[in-house]
Nanobody
Framework: QVQLVESGGGLVQAGGSLRLSCAAS????????MGWFRQAAGKEREFVAA????????FYADSVKGRLTISRDNAKNSVYLQMNSLKPEDTAIYYC????????????????????????WGQGTQVTISS
């Protein structure tokens, strides 16, 4: 059974920082990639960042480039999201997601930005940025 356990959310002032963590277990054939998405109240879930497990290539939404950094620890099957210079518009529930290696690599890098690319999802962690 696959489990994704997220932690690190909270309430901070604008300009502050947070670090989210997500630990994956039970992925049958190993991890191909992990990603972070977020969903603000009344809005659709949107892509934030992703990382390919082999090689560590990263992908970011334009709205977070230069402020948020995704990283991984292969030994711990964990992914992290360092969030700096936070803005009120970053307020959302943040979800981590994993793609099983058995599904192989995508034809296009844009696939990393789509919800359907991922097989399993965490329960989400709330991030609130006050102005």
């Amino acid at each position: 059974q696959v489990q994704l356990v997220e932690s690190g959310g909270g309430l901070v002032q604008a300009g502050g920082s947070l670090r989210l963590s997500c630990a994956a277990s039970g992925v049958a054939f190993g991890i191909y990639a992990m990603g972070w998405f977020r969903q603000a109240a009344g809005k659709e879930r949107e892509f934030v960042a992703a990382i390919r497990w082999s090689g560590g290539s990263t992908f970011y939404a334009d709205s977070v480039k230069g402020r948020l950094t995704i990283s991984r620890d292969n030994a711990k099957n964990s992914v992290y999201l360092q969030m700096n210079s936070l803005k009120p518009e970053d307020t959302a529930i943040y979800y981590c997601a994993v793609r099983d290696r058995v599904r192989g690599s995508p034809n296009y890098d844009v696939s990393y930005r789509t919800v359907s690319f991922y097989d399993y999802w965490g329960q989400g962690t709330q991030v609130t940025i006050s102005s």
